[in-house]
């Protein structure tokens, strides 16, 4: 063993950091938490303080815990000093904290260190070893003082769901408050009432082209109201209401000469945008490239912990990815002003750095999201990287790379032409020189709201001078309605989040996919809408625990964190200061519920065998439809809310199933119904039990399964006739008669196993990959990962070649044996023809 033992988070990091300390370390994973408060119980003694107690995790079908532990004191037995590598955040620190009681030996006692990194970088990991640190109380108490209040809201408050609403709900300190926002922007968007408006366009001609457009942006004294406004007008505002004022105006216009009455030309600069901040990442990969949340912060987590870069081996690509600070270490900004000047040229390179002014609480420990090397293009990375981690990584370093540059300018025009008492406007706008935009532009929705009318100004205007008379060449009017507020996307989301300080960093993604997951919100076209669910669990809490449910208390409660991180505020005060509140809120929301029966959800469905209202009730698998009869009329069914457009997630697939129509059973011909069981949503055949036939529903984006197809062919085992299915790892034929006869067709390549003289068969892996094996398996364990071709080796007279396709070579034969060099490519790859099937292409 080696003399230090150094312990992070995953496996990647691992592997990467393990390359640039040397043969004196060893580096292990603790994947993740190793304690946590206990499942079955509050685990937090309020009377005493709110003293917590910690438990191993125990293990799962995914991870063995005992034996991660076991290993890792194993090892920090046999090593002189134990460095502690997690992540450098509250949840880091925590498991830092957590390691060091767990796995340290008492005795002898052993020197532990916390070491910590924003990039994973051969500089930055040795510089980081060579100023090892004690782990950090505050952020230990921090992260603590999170996870106990998170544990009292869930486990007081959730009891209070089951015995009003039923199943097993649950309620969450901050994600209770996204949910609210989502819940009270639908309720604006229902209360919303339309109004019309219109707008005057006039198209005119100057002595020089191009013809373009003009707005009615004055009549008299009053500018025309043309997008969001009040009942009650400005005395210096006129609305235009009804198509017969617009027509009224607009035959007036067309009697009217078109004057210039004023040019003005100005130079308007745009500066570019800080580099990411974790929020600003997620929405901008949202808007561009539509991913979620989740997803946005897994593929970073990758990029951050090291891609395998070909001899180089894994390699850091970018910082820290969970942070909220803007600054950026004085070494990357030499290193980007460097790379600007030599590649775009002195024009696009300021003065001096850029610097950007962070949020007030952003922790400025870390930096900006940024590549650890700016030298390493996207174009360099393109075969290397997966499709979504170069997609990420460009975004990254573009906008990295863009924010050490110049302005991009723009000369910008507004002419206004008189037409008696009516005053028309046309703004344009030219791109003079680009700066910052030649490598990098936000996505729509971010650019900031000096800009929003970009679109509409970025275009040409003719040369005109003060008192030309114009051509008029058309007058038309054009309606609008008042638009309501857009629902909320995980982009808009997460930024009013951000907004209104409520969540951090490392907790937004959480937040998207708790709400999701809990079925209070689902996605219809990327947009949140709540679920009735999610309506009425909102109502019931906020009618309790509206002063702790709320975006101001919330975001309190986010400040008092970071004092505790920061050291200046106690914990265990922090904690009696809520639970105070909290305490209060409970006992009224006890008194509430006593003589309240349990809420039902109303639908406007109708019950099928008495006529009355269907509402959704919850039992031990979740929602389903109830007759409002009950117990006169106990019919029940499966809850079909899933509109569509849905995004879905798996546990929710079967709720639009109910709206389509369902095939007939293939085995019996009765009736599919949609049922639920333990792993969800699926259909079953009516005919149960006689026939145990299923169908599964589609996941996701995924086709529909599609029912069996009969074949012509009879199966060898019963007789029966043969279908065609769809399986885990794609289509297959098998006996209809499933499961009574298990019989499945292999495809096979008529080339005979060498070991027991059966036929090699197509088979997939558990991960969709496909390699060959012998169909007498498991008696003979024959496999190949490359097909296997009935050739015998011309070089060496081996009994078989085989065949692969690359990048670089495209398909080729070639001879397993390790004495023998044959290669060639494969022209046709039809070898049952008698035509040559290969070129003559050299051996090797």
């Known amino acids: 063993m080696s003399k230090n033992l150094v312990i992070v988070e995953s496996p990647a990091k691992a592997k990467t950091i393990n390359k640039y300390l040397g043969q004196d370390y060893t580096v292990l994973a603790s994947i993740g938490h190793i304690k946590d408060l206990p499942m079955k119980d509050l685990g937090v003694d309020v009377e005493n303080d709110f003293e917590p107690t910690y438990e191993v995790i125990p293990d799962t079908k995914k991870r063995n815990n005992k034996k991660i532990i076991s290993e890792l004191k194993k090892a920090a037995k046999t090593s002189e000093a134990i460095y502690l590598a997690a992540d450098p955040d509250r949840e880091g620190e925590a498991i830092c904290q957590h390691l060091a009681e767990e796995i340290v030996p008492k005795k002898p006692v052993r020197p532990v260190h916390r070491v910590m990194f924003n990039e994973i970088t051969k500089n930055a990991i040795q510089d980081a070893f060579k100023d090892p640190k004690p782990v950090n109380k505050n952020l230990v108490d921090a992260q603590q003082t999170r996870r106990i209040l998170d544990r009292l809201v869930g486990y007081k408050v959730s009891p209070i769901l089951w015995k009003t609403i039923g199943g097993r709900l649950s309620a969450g300190r901050v994600q209770t408050v996204a949910v609210r926002l989502v819940v009270e922007r639908e309720r604006e968007i229902e209360a919303f009432i339309k109004t019309e408006y219109w707008s005057i366009i006039a198209n005119l001609s100057a002595g020089l082209p191009p013809n373009f457009d003009s707005k009615l942006y004055k009549v008299e004294d009053k500018t025309v109201k043309s997008s969001k406004f009040d009942e009650d007008l400005k005395s210096t505002e006129v609305h235009i209401k009804t198509s017969d004022e617009a027509d009224a105006i607009v035959s007036e216009a067309r009697k009217e000469d078109f004057i210039v009455d004023s040019v003005a030309t100005k130079e308007r600069r745009r500066n570019p945008t800080p580099p990411f901040i974790t929020s600003k990442l997620q929405q901008d990969a949202s808007r561009k490239f539509g991913f979620p949340v989740k997803k946005t912060m897994m593929v970073a987590q990758k990029l951050y912990e090291g891609i395998e870069l070909g001899s180089e081996g894994a390699v850091g690509l970018i910082t820290y990815m969970r942070t909220d600070s803007t600054r950026v270490s004085d070494a990357a900004l030499n290193e980007v002003r460097g790379f600007v000047g030599t590649e775009y040229g002195d024009r696009y390179l300021p003065e001096k750095a850029n610097r950007y002014k962070g949020k007030k609480d952003a922790q400025d420990a870390h930096e900006a999201i940024r590549p650890t090397d700016v030298n390493r293009t996207p174009e360099s990375l393109a075969n290397k990287l997966g499709p979504d981690e170069l997609k990420l990584y460009r975004l990254i370093w573009q906008r990295f790379v863009a924010s050490q540059m110049t302005a991009a300018v723009f000369d910008q025009t507004t002419i206004d032409i008189r037409a008696r008492r009516f005053l028309f406007r046309a703004t344009g706008s030219v791109l003079k020189f680009d700066g910052f935009l030649k490598v990098y532009e936000e996505a729509a929705e971010t650019k900031r709201a000096e800009e929003k009318n970009d679109e509409e100004e ?387």
């Not at 907004?499 to 709400?515: L, W």
């Not at 006996?735 to 997939?764: H, M, Q």
């Not at 670089?808 to 022209?827: L, P």
């Open 458 to 844: 970025e275009r040409n205007l003719p040369a005109v001078r003060e008192g030309e008379k114009l051509k008029l060449n058309s007058v038309t009017p054009e309606q609008h309605f008042t638009e309501p507020p857009p629902r909320y996307s995980e982009a808009t989301l997460v930024k009013a989040l951000e907004e209104k300080g409520i969540g951090r960093p490392s907790t937004y993604a959480a937040i998207m996919t708790t709400i999701q997951e809990r079925e209070y919100v689902e996605k219809v076209e990327s947009r949140f809408h709540p679920t009735p669910l999610g309506v009425t669990v909102n109502d019931l809490l906020i009618e309790s625990f509206d002063d702790i449910f709320n975006t101001a208390y919330t975001a309190r409660m986010e400040e008092a964190l970071d004092e505790i991180e920061d050291g200046k505020l106690d914990w265990r005060s922090a904690l009696h200061g809520f639970y105070n509140k909290f305490s209060k809120d409970l006992e009224h929301a006890a008194e509430s519920i006593k003589n309240k029966k349990k809420t039902s959800i109303p639908t406007d469905e109708t019950c099928e065998k008495c006529g009355s209202g269907m509402v959704i009730k919850f039992g031990r698998f979740g929602q389903f439809l109830a007759c409002a009869n009950y117990p006169e009329c106990k019919n029940t069914r499966e809850v079909g809310t899933k509109r569509a457009g849905s995004d879905g997630d798996p546990e929710a697939q079967g709720k639009a199933a109910e709206a389509e129509e369902v095939p007939p059973c293939e085995l019996c011909g009765k009736e599919m119904a949609l049922k639920k069981g333990r792993f969800g949503s699926f259909y079953g055949c009516t005919g149960y039990p006689e026939c145990k036939n299923i169908r599964k529903i589609a996941k996701g984006d995924q086709k529909p399964q599609a029912p069996p197809v009969p074949l012509d062919e009879i199966c060898p085992k019963d007789g029966a006739n043969l279908v065609r299915r769809h399986g885990r790892f794609g289509e297959f034929i098998s006996c209809s008669n499933y499961p009574k006869c298990d019989f499945v067709k292999r495809e096979t390549l008529g080339v005979a196993c060498e070991k027991c003289g059966g036929e090699i068969a197509v088979k997939k892996s558990r991960r969709g990959k496909v390699f060959y094996g012998c169909v007498n398996y498991p008696k003979c364990d024959v496999v190949y990962w490359d097909k296997p071709v009935e050739k015998a080796c011309p070089n060496c007279s081996a009994p078989r070649l085989f065949e692969k396709t690359t990048k670089r070579d495209g398909t080729v034969h070639y001879c397993k044996n390790e004495d023998c060099d044959y290669k060639i490519a494969v022209v046709n790859k039809d070898l049952s023809s008698d035509s040559s099937a290969e070129a003559n292409a050299p051996a090797g």
